[in-house]
């Protein structure tokens, strides 16, 4: 049952976000929420940990889940819910698109899922920013207390300015990475 619940869980996600890895973070926080499987601080990690991980990000994380969940069976299943969407997708969208090329409201359907995308990929930079920026240290009915993480801050801020200074500003992203996980280990972020 635990691996026909993963299917289900991944392949709402899968369908309904639209506009890449980044647009599934409000979808997997609700498969948090709702089954209790991982929090939002694993939601946090797995972020950090897809992001500097080959492979698409969502697919990362349901592989991820999946295996915590279910082990390899579970990953498998998780991230066969997470893909079949779009497989199913473009599989009809090739059929019929030839034919509809030069249709008016296809044109229309397409222009209005990039404010659609936009939105997910807005609301899942938002939860990121939240989750490494903000500590939630209360939660009181619907009340939610936040405190700022300065040390945080202070890091966001140092990457920003050394990324945007002419004189490193073209050093490998790897580089970044690696040295952001460094700062996170040494000052225990």
Request: hydrophobic fraction near 55%; charged fraction near 10%; charge should be neutral.
């Amino acid at each position: 049952m635990i691996y026909l619940r993963l299917f289900y869980e991944f392949f709402k996600a899968g369908l309904f976000a639209v506009g890449g890895g980044l647009a599934t973070v409000p979808f997997l926080q609700n498969i948090g929420a709702s089954t209790g499987w991982f929090s939002a601080a694993d939601l946090a990690n797995m972020i950090a940990v897809s992001e500097s991980t080959p492979g698409p990000m969502g697919v990362n994380m349901a592989t991820y889940v999946g295996f915590t969940v279910g082990g390899v069976p579970g990953a498998v299943v998780a991230t066969l819910g997470l893909i079949c969407p779009s497989i199913i997708v473009i599989v009809i969208v090739a059929s019929v698109l030839d034919r509809f090329r030069g249709n008016k409201y296809v044109e229309y359907v397409f222009y209005g899922l990039r404010p659609a995308s936009t939105g997910l990929i807005a609301a899942a930079c938002w939860g990121v920013v939240v989750i490494s920026l903000l500590h939630i240290t209360g939660v009181s009915g619907m009340q939610v207390t936040l405190e700022v993480s300065w040390a945080m801050w202070l890091v966001a801020a140092a990457v920003y300015l050394f990324t945007h200074w002419e004189g490193t500003k073209k050093l490998h992203p790897v580089l970044w990475i690696a040295l952001s996980a460094l700062a996170g280990i040494v000052f225990q972020l």
